[in-house]
């Protein structure tokens, strides 16, 4: 079993910058892929970033330029930098770790419990 735990939201005003984290225990993530989600009240999860074992990224349209996801392979850990944050980027955002980078929710196995963003305009 894995458990991600995320870490690193708050409230932040148009255009400043968080940094998210997720630290994944239980077991190495070496060869997983690690992602984040993220979900605004009344609509669908989605995409917002993943990287593979390889250190492969990929962006949603929505984030790319502004967002860089990186992990530390032996720590077991991941961050997202999120420059430029916009109002609608407030929504929570959750760690999850799968097998392959893709933008689909359910290839995912492993989730956290999420951790809140609210951009302020």
């Known amino acids: 079993q894995v458990q991600p735990v995320e870490s690193g939201g708050g409230l932040v005003q148009a255009g400043g910058s968080l940094r998210l984290s997720c630290a994944a225990s239980g077991r190495t993530v070496v060869h997983y892929t690690m992602a984040w989600f993220r979900q605004a009240p009344g609509k669908e999860r989605e995409f917002a970033a993943g990287?593979?074992?390889?250190?492969?990224?990929l962006y949603s349209d929505s984030v790319k330029g502004r967002f860089t996801i990186s992990r530390d392979i032996v720590k077991n850990t991941m961050t997202l930098q999120m420059n430029s944050l916009k109002p609608e980027d407030t929504a929570l955002y959750y760690c999850?770790?799968?097998?392959?980078?893709?933008?689909?929710?359910?290839?995912?196995?492993?989730w956290g419990q999420g951790t809140q963003v609210t951009v302020s305009s």
């Open positions: 999850a770790v799968g097998r392959l980078v893709t933008m689909e929710y359910r290839d995912y196995d492993y």
């Open positions: 990287i593979n074992w390889s250190g492969s990224t």
